[in-house]
């Protein structure tokens, strides 16, 4: 297993346009999270999957975003109508349903809307 | 809402220096996460805490969690230019299945080793 993969590694929009990123965990983990980290910032949580269920979502994800995992392995996080401030680092992290031995994370999306 | 308050921001030492991180909070953790983070990358795991009073390490690494299970420390030995980058504290809230399910991270800590 070659750890948590995202995709893309970066990616620049225009304002209002829809991006949509990849994350692919690792295989035996049962859950996968999403997270969004600003310029010296730790990052904040935005939702979580157990399977194929989406079982929360943070304040912090709006209707203009919308995370999928269709068949319980990858997962994708899209984005509508991009805004400046939604300019960041979006994290992947997968882990076992305990989470208590931590998360594998990837390596990131950064996104930069101009 | 709960928080993390990380100390230092900041760090700059010489190679060879001692320094401890600290991780605060007011509220109480089911487990204490620590996770360094390099420029562009994301966040790799270092170690879990899950006692109060627990110590672990990792080599010229020890971490700690608390008593009452809100804070923790990281204390670096030796430090070396190898240690360098953002060292994050993360907290984790059970669900009502009793499992970890959100981690609430700090603002980190940045660790700059000079050779």
């Known amino acids: 297993d070659t750890g948590v993969s995202q995709d893309p590694r970066h990616k620049i929009t225009k304002r209002g346009q829809n991006v949509t990123f990849r994350c692919d965990p690792i295989?035996?983990?049962?859950?996968l999270y999403w997270y969004r980290q600003t310029l010296g910032q730790g990052p904040e949580f935005l939702t979580y999957f157990q399977n194929e269920a989406q079982l929360e979502k943070s304040r912090l994800l709006s209707d203009r975003f919308s995370a999928e995992r269709p068949k319980g392995s990858f997962s994708t996080l899209e984005i509508q109508r991009t805004e400046q401030g939604d300019s960041a680092m979006y994290l992947c992290?997968?882990?076992?349903?305990?989470?208590?031995?931590?998360?594998?994370f990837g390596s990131g999306t950064r996104l930069t809307v101009v | 809402t709960q928080l993390l308050e990380q100390s230092p921001q900041f760090l700059s030492i010489q190679e060879g220096e001692n320094l401890t991180v600290y991780c605060n909070s007011s509220s109480v953790f089911s487990s204490l996460q620590w996770y360094r983070q390099e420029p562009g990358e994301g966040p790799v795991l270092l170690v879990t805490v899950v006692t109060g009073g627990e110590v672990k390490k990792l080599k010229r690494l020890t971490f700690q969690f608390g008593d009452a299970r809100k804070d923790s420390s990281l204390h670096i030995t030796a430090a070396q230019p190898g240690d360098t980058g953002l060292y994050l504290c993360?907290?984790?809230?059970?669900?009502?299945?009793?499992?970890?399910?959100?981690?609430?991270f700090g603002k980190g800590t940045l660790l700059t080793v000079n050779p």
């Open positions: 993360a907290g984790g809230e059970e669900n009502s299945g009793g499992s970890n399910y959100k981690l609430t």
């Open positions: 992290a997968s882990s076992f349903i305990s989470g208590t031995d931590g998360y594998t």
């Open positions: 295989s035996e983990h049962n859950r």
